[in-house]
């Protein structure tokens, strides 16, 4: 005999239990969708966001074979396009300069293009006039003539033949504009000039800062690289679509994972609502079992509910996390408040792959949740069962502890791991594997907890039953505990890094931001010596330190770095530089470098190595310093250093210190008005406070996201709490119906289900407490170092413990009352009848 | 048929995990339309006997063979098999499945076997009407006295056309009336039907209309009546 010929006894009794207990049923599947609603909706965001962002990346680009990048801002010689053009395999080049213009204070990426090269190799690039593609030159090789996208047109409200002002590089130029760039796709804000006024109008001359290639057909790709200086270096579509996911790849995984952890709540939410029905169908299992169903039969019928539970939950959650996904987009942006795709507007995509994939971890969780109960029930004999389905506790089982400690070794041994391709894999199985142990410990430490208690004597009846119960049944507080103690101990752990991170971040800010002013020239602009000189001569300004900050690309596939120059106190401390490790001996002809600890950990640098960066000069690391702002690297150099290596003498960034009295709104107007008419409305001035403000807002914004994730997995694990505690007070109709007939008071049977309930949520927000703390040890030390690259001290959030440890008593407590008033509502003959 | 042996028991010997012997030397022969009543002491092993004859536990000596079965060469998936086809049971507790109707409980054993929809509705339907409540079939359990529950489990027994049937107690809930009409239509359905019956009772009724009635002691069964 085999399942298959019982298929039809099956479904009855699956179809009995759900026309039985639908709110069962439903709260489960609800679980379930709930969880993969998040993780569906996290992912799609964060799908959508890289999507447009590297679609924007790939129209700026045009549909070129190669290109040759500039490692920064600065670009490169122009001397190298003929040696470029001319090498084996290429067929044509490009030449572009790229700047970050403004048109009314609207932002739009101009590009300088040589429009008959361009018409070859990108031709998507190629302006169009009203009249069709402008190839004589009448307009292309006008000084003035600026092409735009659609998007830049509506942007800046321009239609052909408009004159508007163009700001860039601090110059100011009027444009015409001659027509369109229908090669560009529809959202991206470009316009397209000649190359020539690009590098004449906007002070770039001799510079480039890219060249497109077209390679030959059927020749070998051309080898580039050995005639390229060290301000350039190759991309192609696949080193881009790498850096563009290593920007944001840690913050989008970990976002993955933590939405991932409601769906394991729900999975938790599942294995309780499953234990409680297995518990209370034992009997009608070990009579199917009696009457000729096979052991497997159980486990087949419960598993099949999990799926059916699955299943369900899971098709609403992909709907629901389309919609959330859609709603997410449009309240907070596409990087969820993080900040990383600062710019432009994201469409949302459908990934059918993420659908399915997450469809079927819905599946997994509801039918894992499922089996576990099934198979312990399947072990059960049926002849035991049957008569005494209710009466198998026994106080004197002891607790087995050793499956617990084993998981929780193996949690030790993961988190000392390294990462995998830049991603603590290793780091999230330690977590799994540590709650996982947490979780399988709960009935020793439930026992363990209420053995001093169950050794007392001299209380009340109702308080005494409830240690009792709960001493001589700590698997049963378990199954009901574990959805919550899950979500708890993921909730503190989070809590405990952010607090962390925050606390970390907040005191840095504090050492760093030391001076009384801050000031900074925004649009790509600078300023240049004359104007640095001006602003020194303003009254009130004890010192002012200039600096000049670019991205500069170390690795074509990985995100630039930004290279800071800036004076740096080398005989003694450096109030501005929080160094973590520092070294003096440095080989003679070097200029010292000090990098940031993310910078350290991504390259591999430490004291005293040798880098070659993409400028001139040789540099020896003589500092590591703690950077809680530039999660890519960063790296200071003198700013002597940097302008003999450049030649760039201009400056983007300044700090000030003022006179004793001076009135620091004074000095702000005074200095917007000495910096140069064409930065007019680009210089930006902050004070300390401000810019610490500025900071910890936007820390608290890209990680909004994480604390509403962590309440909805609080709250899918309280509604845990709350249906099986529920369940296993109903269950226990016939316990309440004697002690009623023996002589217990209704009164004192609430009282006795409400100190069952209150101890139970101690015991497992004590669980869920400890087992957050020694996950957020994990997280502060493992996943964030491999993550994200910073470190920081463990700071505990006591407020949040304590919160979080009273609210699990109180719902825990007022849970277990209201469903005893409800269990206790019938009259005590008929309770003791109950017999199913 | 009365001469046919569906139930013979040789040698059987058990002990409960504490090492107290319950019985030894135990042997039994029930043939086709025989009812035997077993009676004695409580915690004597009656329970544990009959689940050793349905192949629930194992003893720890002798043989039990169903029809031309011994129980004691076959796995768990073949006693499985053998309960769901040859055997039928009825509880003291009845249990009735709740969340079932009244004809889905009685068909349970055939939707174990068969997923003819038909013909298990068509045979549970008529077990139902044997018993006397063949207008209930679409009712629940909650809706049923003690007695009318009884009904149902032994419908539930007789459905499939066991070879044995094994009453633990059939009349321990219920009345004195309600027992005796229970205890009638009882043994008037498995002389019909051909089955072997053991009942373990301690209630005299049921013992009286057993067709032989045996007494079960630390030495095995001995005849009472």
């Known amino acids: 005999m085999s399942i298959l010929s019982a298929r039809l006894a099956l479904g009855w009794m699956i179809g009995g239990e759900w026309r039985a207990h639908p709110a069962r049923l439903a709260l489960t599947a609800i679980a379930i969708a709930i969880g993969v609603a998040l993780g569906f909706a996290v992912h799609l965001v964060n799908g959508s966001a890289l999507s447009s962002f590297e679609g924007a990346l790939r129209t700026v680009k045009g549909s070129a ?11 490169f010689d122009e001397a190298l396009y003929p040696r470029v053009a001319t090498a084996a395999g290429v067929a044509d080049a490009s030449p572009v300069v790229i700047l970050r213009a403004t048109i009314g204070r609207r932002p739009v990426t101009l590009l300088g293009l040589d429009v008959i090269r361009a018409a070859q190799v990108t031709p998507s690039l190629v302006g169009v006039a009203p009249a069709g593609i402008d190839r004589r030159g009448d307009a292309a090789f006008d000084d003035a003539a600026l092409y735009l996208s659609a998007a830049a047109m509506r942007n800046v409200n321009a239609r052909p033949g408009a004159m508007l002002v163009v700001t860039a590089n ?3 130029a009027t444009m015409r504009v001659a027509g369109r760039l229908p090669g560009v796709a529809e959202g991206e804000a470009i316009g397209v000039i000649d190359i020539a006024a690009a590098q004449w109008r906007f002070d770039r001359l001799g510079r480039l800062d890219r060249i497109d290639v077209k390679q030959q057909d059927g020749a070998a790709p051309p080898r580039l690289a050995t005639i390229l200086p060290r301000d350039a270096t190759i991309g192609s579509d696949a080193s881009d679509a790498t850096r563009s996911d290593a920007l944001s790849r840690a913050y989008r995984v970990n976002l993955d994972m933590l939405a991932l952890v409601a769906l394991l709540t729900g999975g938790f939410l599942v294995f309780s609502a499953q234990s ?6 034992l009997r009608a299992f070990a009579l199917v079992r009696t009457l000729g169903l096979p052991r497997n039969g159980i486990v087949a019928t419960v598993a099949l509910e999990g799926l059916a539970i699955g299943v369900i939950g899971a098709t609403l959650g992909l709907l629901l996390g389309y919609a959330l996904a859609y709603a997410a987009l449009a309240r907070f942006g596409a990087d969820l408040g993080a900040g990383y795709f600062a710019d432009g507007r994201v469409r949302l995509t459908f990934a059918p792959a993420a659908a399915i994939g997450f469809f079927a971890l819905g599946l997994l969780a509801a039918v894992a949740g499922s089996v576990l109960p099934a198979r312990i029930a399947a072990r059960a004999p049926p002849a035991a ?6 009466d198998v506790i026994d106080p004197r089982t002891p607790m087995p502890v050793r499956p617990a400690a084993i998981l929780m070794l193996l949690g030790g041994g993961a988190a000392l791991l390294p990462a995998i391709g830049g991603l603590p894999l290793f780091g999230f199985s330690s977590m799994a594997l540590i709650l996982a142990g947490g979780i399988a410990g709960m009935p020793w430490l439930a026992r363990t907890l209420l053995a001093p208690l169950s050794r007392g004597a001299g209380r009340s009846v109702p308080v005494d039953l409830a240690i009792r119960h ?3 049944a700590p698997a049963q507080a378990a199954t009901a505990l574990c959805g919550i103690v899950a979500s708890t101990a993921l909730m503190i752990a989070m ?14 800010l504090g050492q760093v931001l030391s001076d009384d002013l801050y000031l900074r020239v925004e649009g790509g602009a600078g300023l240049d010596p004359a104007a640095q000189a001006r602003l020194r001569t303003v009254p009130g300004i004890t010192a002012i330190a200039y600096s000049r900050q670019i991205p500069l690309t170390l690795a074509p596939d990985r995100p630039p770095v930004s290279l800071i120059a800036r004076p740096v106190v080398t005989d003694g401390p450096d109030p501005s530089l929080v160094l973590l490790e520092s070294g003096r001996a440095r080989p003679a002809g070097t200029a010292p470098i000090w990098i940031s600890e993310p910078a350290a950990r991504l390259y591999g640098w430490t004291v005293g190595d040798s880098v070659t960066l993409p400028i001139a000069g040789r540099y020896v690391v003589a500092g590591i310093w703690r950077d809680y702002a530039r999660q890519q690297g960063a790296i200071i150099v003198r700013d002597t250093d940097y302008t003999r290596a450049t030649g760039d003498r201009t400056r983007t960034e300044a700090a000030i210190t003022l006179a004793r009295g001076a009135d620091p709104r004074t000095v702000e107007r005074a200095l917007t008005a000495a910096a140069p008419p064409a930065l007019a409305g680009l210089v930006a001035i902050a004070r300390p406070a401000t810019l610490r403000r500025y900071a910890l807002e936007l820390f608290d914004r890209s990680f909004a996201v994480t604390y509403l994730l962590e309440g909805v997995a609080i709250l899918v694990g309280l509604a845990g709490v709350a249906a099986t505690m529920s369940a296993q007070t109903i269950a226990r109709t016939r316990e309440f119906g004697m002690l009623r007939h023996i002589g217990v008071a209704k009164r004192q049977i609430v009282t006795m289900l409400a100190t069952e309930g209150a101890l139970l949520g101690l015991v497992g927000g004590i669980a869920g407490i400890t087992l957050g703390g020694v996950m957020a040890q994990v997280l502060v030390h493992v996943i964030n170092p491999q993550s994200f690259n910073w470190t920081m001290a463990t700071r505990i959030p006591w407020g949040s413990v304590g919160e979080v440890a009273l609210a699990l008593i109180v719902a825990a407590a007022g849970t277990a009352v209201l469903a005893g008033r409800r269990a206790i509502a019938a009259d005590a003959v008929r309770m003791v009848r109950e017999d199913w | 048929m009365q001469d046919r042996a569906l139930l013979r028991v040789t040698a059987l010997e058990k002990s409960v995990p504490g090492g107290r012997q319950l019985f030894r030397g135990l042997d039994l022969t029930a043939r086709a339309g025989q009812l035997i009543a077993i009676v004695g002491e409580s915690g004597v092993g009656k329970s544990t006997l009959l689940n050793i004859l349905a192949g629930l536990d194992a003893p720890d000596a002798g043989h039990v063979a169903i029809e031309d079965t011994i129980l004691d060469t076959l796995d768990e998936a073949a006693l499985t098999r053998l309960r769901a086809t040859r055997i039928g049971f009825v509880f003291q507790a009845f249990h009735v499945l709740p969340y079932l109707t009244l004809r889905q409980n009685v068909a349970l054993p055939l939707a174990l076997v068969s997923n003819d929809r038909r013909a298990i509705a068509d045979q549970a339907q008529a077990m139902l009407a044997r018993v006397g409540l063949g207008t209930r079939g679409d009712g629940y359990a909650r809706d049923l006295s003690g007695g009318e529950l009884q009904r149902v489990a032994i419908a539930r027994a007789l459905v499939h056309r066991p070879a044995l049937i094994l009453a633990d107690e059939p009349t ?15 043994s008037d359905a498995v002389r019909e039907q051909g089955v072997a019956a053991i009942i373990v009772t301690h209630s005299a009724a049921a013992a009286a209309i057993a067709d032989d009635v045996l007494t079960l002691t630390a030495s095995g069964l001995e005849r009472a009546r």
């Open chain 1, 276 to 281: 409680l029905s297995v518990a209370r169908r």
């Open chain 1, 65 to 75: 074979d190669l290109q040759v990048n500039a490692t920064s801002p600065l670009g």
């Open chain 1, 495 to 508: 809590a405990v890094m952010v607090t962390s991170f925050r606390g970390a971040v907040d005191e840095w």
């Open chain 2, 172 to 186: 321990g809930n219920l009345d004195p009336d309600t027992a005796a009409k229970i205890l009638t239509l009882f």
């Open chain 1, 385 to 390: 069962a049957l008569r005494n389905a209710g």
């Open chain 1, 470 to 472: 709960l001493h001589g």
């Open chain 1, 170 to 172: 601090g110059r100011t």
